[in-house]
C-alpha cells in the first residue's frame, strides 16, 4: 500500500499596524481645483475634483465623498458629490452664501474609510452688485423725496463687470422679488420713513450680492432750484426761457417777472414738474 503524503501549505499574513504587510499604506492627495478665469467659482457651481489615491483606498470597489470647509478653511461637511473615481464631480453648496478665499476641499473613501488631504485654498465669491465693480462689493445709494410727491420713476441701477440691466431682480427689505428688468419697482411716498430696496444682477451666469437702494421720505423738503437758466429774444414779444431741472422732488415751477429784475415779481405762469421751458409772449 502505497503512502500518500500531504503536503499542507500554510499561508500567514501578517498585519502591521493595521496594513498588510508588504502594502502601501491608504492615502488620498486631494488636488486644488482650477478656478475659473474671472479668479472665483460662484456659489453652487459644479466642479471637477481630481485626487490620487494609493493603497487599500485605490480600491475597485471603494466610494468617495468630496468634503467641502467652511469659510476658514475648517470644519469640512459632505457636499452633492458623483462619481466613482477621479475625477468626481461636486456641487460647491455653501452656508449663508459667505464669501471667502480660505475654501478647501477634499476627498473622503468609504471602505476603508480614508480621508483625503485638504486642497490648497480657492475663493467662492459673487460678482458686485449693480453701481460697483470688481467682486464681492455691494453700492448703498440714497434717494430722497417729499411725502405725497407724485410722478415718481421706477428705480434704476447702473449695470457693472459686463452685465445688462435686464439681468436685474429687484428686492424689498424683506428678501422678497418685486421686479426684473431694468425698472425697478415705484417708490411710495404716501408715509414718512426709509425704505430699503435691494438689486442684483447677472455676470457670466452667477448672481451678484445685492446693492442697497435707501428711498427716504421726508415730510417737508425743499427743491434744488433750477440751473443754467437762459433768456433769448425772438421779438419784440417774445422771451423764450430754458433751465435745467435740477429737482427730484418738485411738484411744479412758477415763472416770474420784474421790471427791473430786483423787485416787484409777478407770477406769470405755473408749470408742471419737470419743465425746462417757457416762452413768455
Same mark, same amino acid.
Given at each position: 500500500?502505497?503512502?500518500v503524503?500531504?503536503l499542507?501549505?500554510?499561508v500567514?499574513?501578517l498585519?502591521v499596524? #493595521?496594513?498588510?504587510?508588504?502594502q502601501t499604506a491608504?492615502?488620498i492627495t486631494?488636488?486644488?481645483?482650477?478656478v475659473?478665469a474671472?479668479?472665483?467659482?460662484?456659489?453652487?457651481? $459644479?466642479?471637477? $475634483?481630481?485626487?490620487?489615491?494609493?493603497? @487599500?483606498?485605490?480600491? /475597485?470597489?471603494?466610494?468617495?465623498?468630496?468634503?467641502?470647509?467652511?469659510?476658514?478653511?475648517?470644519?469640512f461637511?459632505d457636499?452633492?458629490?458623483?462619481?466613482t473615481g477621479?475625477?468626481?464631480?461636486?456641487? *460647491?453648496?455653501?452656508?449663508n452664501?459667505?464669501?471667502?478665499?480660505k475654501?478647501?476641499i477634499r +476627498?473622503?473613501a /468609504?471602505?476603508?474609510?480614508?480621508?483625503g488631504?485638504a486642497s490648497g485654498?480657492?475663493t467662492?465669491?459673487r460678482?458686485s #452688485?449693480?453701481?460697483q465693480?470688481?467682486?464681492?462689493?455691494a453700492?448703498?445709494t440714497?434717494?430722497?423725496?417729499?411725502?405725497?410727491?407724485?410722478?415718481?420713476p421706477?428705480l434704476?441701477?447702473?449695470?457693472t463687470?459686463?452685465? $445688462?440691466a435686464?439681468?436685474? $431682480?429687484?428686492?424689498?427689505?424683506?428678501a @422678497? @422679488?418685486?421686479? =426684473?428688468?431694468s425698472n425697478g419697482?415705484?417708490?411710495n411716498?404716501? /408715509?414718512?420713513?426709509?425704505?430699503?430696496?435691494q +438689486?442684483s444682477?447677472?455676470?457670466? #451666469?452667477?448672481?451678484s +450680492?445685492w446693492s442697497?437702494?435707501?428711498v427716504?421720505? *421726508?415730510?417737508s423738503c425743499?427743491?434744488?432750484?433750477?440751473?443754467?437758466l437762459v433768456?433769448?429774444t425772438i421779438?419784440?414779444s417774445q422771451?423764450?426761457?430754458?433751465?435745467?431741472?435740477a429737482? =427730484?422732488?418738485e411738484?411744479?415751477?412758477?415763472?416770474?417777472r420784474?421790471?427791473?429784475?430786483q423787485?416787484?415779481? =409777478?407770477?406769470?405762469?405755473n408749470?408742471?414738474a419737470g419743465?425746462?421751458?417757457?416762452?413768455?409772449t
Amino acid at each position: 500500500m502505497k503512502s500518500v503524503k500531504l503536503l499542507v501549505t500554510l499561508v500567514v499574513t501578517l498585519l502591521v499596524g #493595521g496594513q498588510v504587510w508588504g502594502q502601501t499604506a491608504a492615502s488620498i492627495t486631494t488636488n486644488t481645483p482650477s478656478v475659473p478665469a474671472i479668479g472665483y467659482f460662484c456659489p453652487s457651481s $459644479v466642479i471637477s $475634483v481630481s485626487f490620487s489615491r494609493t493603497g @487599500q483606498a485605490a480600491a /475597485s470597489n471603494n466610494a468617495y465623498k468630496v468634503h467641502l470647509s467652511d469659510k476658514d478653511g475648517n470644519n469640512f461637511t459632505d457636499i452633492p458629490t458623483s462619481g466613482t473615481g477621479s475625477p468626481l464631480t461636486a456641487t *460647491l453648496n455653501i452656508i449663508n452664501d459667505e464669501i471667502s478665499d480660505k475654501y478647501k476641499i477634499r +476627498v473622503v473613501a /468609504s471602505s476603508p474609510a480614508v480621508t483625503g488631504s485638504a486642497s490648497g485654498a480657492f475663493t467662492i465669491s459673487r460678482p458686485s #452688485g449693480p453701481g460697483q465693480s470688481g467682486i464681492g462689493q455691494a453700492g448703498n445709494t440714497t434717494i430722497e423725496y417729499c411725502q405725497g410727491q407724485s410722478n415718481i420713476p421706477p428705480l434704476t441701477a447702473t449695470p457693472t463687470n459686463g452685465a $445688462v440691466a435686464n439681468s436685474f $431682480v429687484w428686492y424689498n427689505s424683506s428678501a @422678497q @422679488q418685486v421686479a =426684473t428688468g431694468s425698472n425697478g419697482p415705484t417708490p411710495n411716498t404716501n /408715509s414718512t420713513g426709509t425704505v430699503l430696496y435691494q +438689486v442684483s444682477q447677472t455676470v457670466n #451666469g452667477c448672481q451678484s +450680492v445685492w446693492s442697497k437702494i435707501n428711498v427716504n421720505t *421726508l415730510s417737508s423738503c425743499t427743491p434744488t432750484p433750477p440751473t443754467n437758466l437762459v433768456a433769448s429774444t425772438i421779438s419784440s414779444s417774445q422771451i423764450d426761457l430754458k433751465w435745467t431741472d435740477a429737482a =427730484t422732488n418738485e411738484t411744479g415751477y412758477q415763472v416770474e417777472r420784474s421790471a427791473d429784475g430786483q423787485s416787484n415779481w =409777478t407770477n406769470i405762469a405755473n408749470l408742471g414738474a419737470g419743465a425746462t421751458a417757457y416762452s413768455n409772449t
